[in-house]
């Protein structure tokens, strides 16, 4: 007995772990329900026909003759072709951006759930998980025109989003529910498709808080797609693929991986890949990398612009200060006005900017590198502050997305700050910037067909100096049951954070029209409410829509605004103090937020 606990020690087994947070799932979620819904839950839609992606895909004419539409083409048929073996339940959807990767995993999903419905009766709820709520929105609106061609009256049990800025509302035509039952439902991931966070699943999947907890046991079984995967930061590679495989392993779940640049998360033999990837990135000639070597400041960088402008150009920055200086100078050569985007601006205003752009109305943007996820923008010229590749191909994803011109062009620029520092070393990794570099230090310009080949080698010089320390102290938190309680020495579960600040914010509402000014009254009238937990609910209601005038800064910015009720608060009389109407928040000294 005592060798054989010599030898659990030693391992990092995480069956027990997900068997005990299973039971503990299917107590709570249970215990909650059965207090607050009275009814019961609603019956489950066993039906997702793969034809309403079908249908959605005749109304847009998304397979109409064009040399990029039919690659579009082809990859949706190769992806949807699931004649292999369901028995490995790790697959990838490697394509370049803009081939139309989202319709494509849902796709694949829809067809891999008849499948295994088929096979074994079982049906797996599917989760579309996104590295950033900012793209949220505009994934869900797909989703919902995809399925609206099927269920016209769509409602909640069939797809639902679930983040920390989530509405209360779960609809049903034939049935009402009180907040605090949507809640419990909501939260509960009570729904055939539900489209989260990757900090939502991965704090259930490696989670101690009741919480997140909850709706563990809804991932029994499940088709997850993570999208835009290269989001998850390195030092989890190690842990995540064990997460993932042994959850797929023992609860008969599927993972799909989906991005442009497929980092070594898991090595290829251990992937079913849906498509060919080689032919679309050899087949592709939308952009050419220009790299420029010479590094330089901000001034210097806009002295040397053309003095024209050639088409739709794009400026990304690798920090607001210098976006915003950038800003400044680029609209002094130009003479003319330019529009910004960074997170210090208002989200309702950057959604309202972001339409603009989309439909051509904005000529030269400025943006940091939220540009990058998921925006459905295209350009003409990009201009990029040095970052690592999956981070620059993201952004050449925005140039010539459509292949609407010739050649798309993208300048790779090396940017100075005032202490001569890149500004690049200011927000990333090392060892990151240092494989782009060695992989980038031959040329002078790259091709999109060299893309491929050049992620693999980045991706696989990454795996050589990447620690494995953080993966398995976490591993074997897991395998050891160390929710929170852990030696000096060691990790606990609670320890585990998927995106982890890198200094400390606050959370700024900022009044900048007559909505915005009802909301915060809303807000100050829920003060009044004496019971917590009805306090709690009715802020939930207007929740998503306070948080698009929100933005979170820095503690240790000098021009912070007063304290009310847990928020900085600026008033409309106060927004000349505070707040730029084209470059957001008045911040003085520098940041390093994007």
């Not at 904005?362 to 996820?373: F, G, K, P, R, Y």
């Not at 202490?419 to 091709?447: H, M, P």
């Not at 800064?553 to 927004?575: A, C, D, E, H, M």
Request: hydrophobic share 40%.
């Amino acid at each position: 007995m005592k060798e054989e606990r010599r030898k659990w020690r030693k391992t990092n087994n995480i069956k027990i772990y997900f068997f005990a947070n299973l039971l503990f799932s299917l107590l709570i979620d249970g215990d909650k329900t059965e207090v607050v819904i009275k009814s019961g839950l609603p019956s489950r839609n066993l039906t997702i026909p793969f034809s309403t992606i079908q249908k959605y895909r005749e109304r847009f004419h998304i397979h109409e003759a064009s040399a990029l539409n039919q690659m579009r083409e082809r990859a949706f048929q190769e992806a949807i072709n699931i004649n292999q073996s369901i028995e490995n339940p790790l697959f990838s959807l490697n394509l370049p951006t803009g081939m139309g990767k989202t319709i494509a995993a849902l796709a694949f999903a829809f067809k891999l759930r008849e499948k295994i419905h088929q096979q074994s009766g079982l049906l797996p709820r599917i989760i579309y998980a996104l590295p950033f709520l900012s793209i949220i929105d505009q994934c869900a609106e797909v989703i919902e025109e995809i399925l609206s061609f099927e269920f016209p009256d769509l409602d909640s049990s069939l797809f639902l989003k679930h983040h920390h800025l989530s509405g209360i509302s779960y609809i049903k035509p034939d049935e009402y529910f009180e907040p605090d039952e949507a809640k419990i439902l909501i939260e509960g991931w009570n729904a055939e498709i539900v489209l989260t966070t990757f900090v939502q699943i991965f704090h259930t999947l490696i989670g101690y808080r009741n919480q997140s907890l909850r709706k563990f046991h809804r991932l029994c079984p499940s088709i997850i797609i993570l999208d835009e995967v290269q989001s998850i930061p390195v030092k989890f590679w190690g842990a995540v693929n064990k997460v993932l495989k042994d959850w797929c392993n023992l609860s008969h779940s599927y993972v799909l991986l989906v991005t442009a640049t497929e980092p070594l998360l898991f090595e290829p033999s251990q992937l079913i890949t849906l498509v060919e990837k080689n032919h679309y990135f050899k087949n592709l000639d939308r952009v050419r990398i220009y790299i420029h070597k010479q590094e330089s400041t901000l001034e210097e960088f806009v002295e040397n612009l053309p003095k024209d402008i050639r088409g739709r150009t794009l400026f990304v920055f690798n920090t607001i200060s210098s976006a915003r200086q950038a800003h400044q100078l680029i609209e002094n050569h130009y003479q003319k006005s330019i529009e910004f985007l960074s997170s210090h601006v208002v989200p309702q205003q950057r959604l309202e900017r972001i339409k603009a752009i989309r439909n051509g109305e904005s000529s030269i943007v400025v943006s940091t590198q939220l540009i990058e996820a998921g925006v459905d923008i295209d350009f003409d010229i990009v201009y990029r502050d040095f970052a690592p590749l999956d981070s620059l191909n993201q952004t050449a994803g925005r140039c010539n997305r459509n292949s609407l011109n010739n050649k798309g062009e993208m300048h790779l620029i090396f940017l100075l700050n005032e202490k001569n520092k890149l500004y690049a070393n200011s927000i990333y990794d090392r060892i990151l910037l240092g494989a782009t570099r060695e992989v980038l230090d031959s040329q002078d310009f790259i091709e999109e067909k060299d893309f491929l080949g050049l992620v693999d080698s980045y991706y696989r010089t990454i795996c050589q100096r990447k620690s494995k320390k953080e993966s398995e102290s976490y591993l074997n938190a897991l395998s050891k049951l160390r929710y929170q309680l852990a030696a000096d020495d060691e990790k606990s579960i609670k320890d585990f954070e998927l995106i982890e600040e890198d200094f400390p914010r606050f959370d700024v509402f900022i009044e900048i029209n007559d909505e915005a000014k009802k909301l915060w009254e809303t807000y100050l009238s829920l003060k009044e409410i004496g019971e917590v937990y009805k306090r709690r609910l009715e802020f939930q209601k207007i929740k998503n829509r306070f948080y698009h005038y929100v933005i979170a800064v820095p503690f240790t910015i000098q021009n912070q605004p007063p304290l009310v009720y847990g928020f900085g608060y600026i008033s409309q009389s106060s927004l000349d103090s505070f707040y730029d109407s084209k470059t957001g928040y008045k911040i003085q000294g520098d940041i390093f937020l994007w």
